[in-house]
Structures are given as structure tokens and as C-alpha cells.
């Protein structure tokens, strides 16, 4: 019985990695106009968070295509790095975080600006992060996009109010994990919704 378990493991690939996957529709006046997939996978004492979004809104005179990709990876829970790639039709765009020393160095090409930045703060939460993560002990998340810092406030259990610049955004949790966002917009929101596996 040992060999043939021993057996199967190679034959599987077997590792000592943890993975989870989560799916969340994303949603503008209630029309389902993309999706995005998240996963966290460990191994060994190092964490990858992924995220996948494609976003396809056509409201008459306003069409928008997004195909947004987010690496974030943490070894012990520190952060150590992210990369960011945003193909739309409004142009192409990227981020790169890396962790020097005692600091990360942050470049990236977007919408309006380029950055190259030096960041001197410590990050234990980032944007990807925060889909399996609730933010008990911190009021900042690293918007990898960004290069840049979402100012957390709680709102009530599991409720969190999120601002960078004039980004408002909403969290809900429940067990520890992200099962809804709202991306407020002056016009209408965007909201992201996790999907059960038996309910997508």
C-alpha cells in the first residue's frame, strides 16, 4: 500500500502546494459585462496570489475592453513583489513591484503617468491578497495597479470602505473572504460578486 501510494504522488506530480480558486461576475445596472478568477496556491513557505478580469461594457457611445492580469507574491506573508498587464482598447499599461533591501521600487506605465517609485512602507495586504484575506490588522492595501496605498476604513463587521485618489470602492467579507465589491462611479457602479461553482 506505501509503493502504491508513493506511486500515485509521482505519477500526480504530488507537491506539498495548497490551491484554491475563486469566480466572481462583474456586473454594471445588474447586466453580467465580465468575470474575474482569482487564485491563491502555496507552496512551501511561498504564497502566489493571480488575477484574471476580462470586462467587456458597450453602453451606446461608450464601450470599454479590459483584459486585466495581476501576480502577487508573498513568502512567509511578506510581500516580495507583484507584476500588473492591462490590454484594452484604450491603450496597453503595466506595473512592477519588486522588494530591494529594505524598500520596493515600483515602475509603471498608466493611464495618465509613468511612476517609478521607491516605497519605504512595509505591505502586508495587496489587492489580490484581499480576495482571500480580510484586513483585521491593517488600514492600508497595496494596489499593485497603482503603485500606490487604498486607505482602508471599517464600516461594520466584515464591511470596509476602500480610497485611493478618487477611487471608492467597497468590501464585503464573509469567512475570511472577499464576496463582494462595489466600485462606486458617478455614473453607475460596477459591481463584483463572487459566483458559487453551482451557481455560475
Not at 508573498?74 to 522588494?99: C, D, H, M, P, Q
Amino acid at each position: 500500500m506505501k509503493n502504491l501510494l508513493i506511486l500515485l504522488f509521482l505519477i500526480m506530480g504530488f507537491t506539498s502546494g495548497f490551491a484554491q480558486t475563486r469566480t466572481y461576475a462583474v456586473k454594471v445596472v445588474g447586466i453580467k459585462v465580465g468575470e474575474i478568477e482569482v487564485s491563491k496556491n502555496t507552496k512551501a513557505d511561498t504564497t502566489t496570489y493571480k488575477l484574471s478580469s476580462q470586462v467587456d461594457v458597450n453602453f451606446l457611445v461608450y464601450h470599454l475592453k479590459v483584459d486585466y492580469r495581476v501576480k502577487s507574491v508573498y513568502s512567509k506573508g511578506n510581500f516580495i513583489g507583484s507584476e500588473v498587464k492591462v490590454v484594452s482598447n484604450r491603450g496597453n499599461y503595466f506595473t512592477k513591484t519588486v522588494k530591494e533591501g529594505d524598500h520596493y521600487l515600483a515602475t509603471s506605465k498608466q493611464i495618465d503617468k509613468d511612476v517609478n517609485r521607491k516605497i519605504d512602507q512595509n505591505i502586508s495586504s495587496s489587492f489580490a491578497h484581499l480576495y482571500f484575506n480580510e484586513p483585521l490588522k491593517t488600514d492600508k492595501v497595496y494596489a499593485e495597479f497603482y503603485a500606490d496605498f487604498i486607505q482602508l476604513t471599517a464600516l461594520e463587521n466584515h464591511h470596509y470602505l476602500g480610497e485611493l485618489d478618487k477611487n471608492i470602492d467597497e468590501y464585503y467579507f464573509e469567512n475570511g473572504l472577499l464576496v463582494k465589491m462595489v466600485k462606486k462611479n458617478p455614473i453607475t457602479d460596477m459591481v463584483i460578486v463572487y459566483q458559487p461553482p453551482n451557481k455560475k
